[in-house]
């Protein structure tokens, strides 16, 4: 019998190598299948602490259906967003520190007051919604191809990497997000289109889901933060030099390069 030597601080060492050395790795669970949802987000934890940035939010993901048709994973997850993940728009995306990056566009959540579960509505979610915006999400996953588990994808981070805000805000209650639609382009040529019903049926719902999901860890979302709500439409290659929109029809476009 072979007993696993893989623990929570094996994984984060394995994933920041590959984040560092910008090569893609084969799923953990090829290695350590006993690697349940719970220690995954021991590893998600342990892995965002170990890179020191300030947390300042929560990415949703999977939370459409062509996103999870395309990972092959049908459970919405969640991951941190940390400050060194923000990129001002304008600014190019140094797709050089990144191993394979996708863009998806992403419609945001930036809240006025603390958000706990559980127990969490779709309406005492939108009440804590300061703002809603535009964004758009650079990921790059630590595994070859994208291709993970349910817990791979948990461990890390979500294959988080950076995002975008639009400059547009808007209070909520101004639009009805189920009905917002969104354009992405590169280079000008139509990519996908999406509206934001694309996401659990509507925003609100995968913002109560976030809450109600860290509430299971003893964890709430606090005033101040954003909450990307996941890719309405499938992520899309982000090849250096091309130029990424998402249109959006009252929160504005967003440009990646
Ligand atoms: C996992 C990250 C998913 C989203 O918005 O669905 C995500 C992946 O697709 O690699 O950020
Ligand atoms: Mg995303």
Known sequence: MTVSTWTVERAVEELR?????????????????????????QVQTALVAARGARVIGVKLGLTSRAKQQRMG????????????????????????????????????????????????????????????????????????DFRFTLPDVVADNASSARFVLGDVTREPGT???????????????????????????HPANALALAANALAERGLALE???????????????????????AEFTHLGTVTLR
């Not at 995306?93 to 006025?112: K, M, W």
């Not at 590169?186 to 694309?198: H, I, K, L, S």
């Open 17 to 41: 190598a590959a984040e560092t050395g910008r090569t893609a790795r084969r799923p953990i669970t090829d290695d350590w299948p006993e690697l349940d949802l719970a220690t995954a987000y």
């Open 73 to 144: 994973i049908d459970a919405p997850l969640t991951g941190w967003l940390t400050e060194d993940m923000a990129v001002e728009a304008g600014i190019p995306i140094p797709a050089g520190e990144l191993i394979h990056p996708r863009v998806e566009p992403e419609i945001v959540f930036t809240l006025g007051t603390r958000l706990a579960g559980p127990g969490v509505t779709p309406a005492t979610a939108m009440a804590a919604v300061r703002t809603v915006s535009a964004g758009l999400e650079v990921i790059d996953s630590r595994y070859r």
């Open 175 to 201: 639009l009805d997000l189920g009905l917002e639609a969104c354009v992405l382009r590169v280079d000008g040529e139509f990519a996908d289109t999406a509206t934001g019903a694309a996401v659990q049926g």
């Open 223 to 245: 005033e101040g933060w954003h909450v990307l709500t996941g890719g309405l439409t499938d992520a899309i290659p982000f090849r250096p030099g091309h130029t990424v929109t």
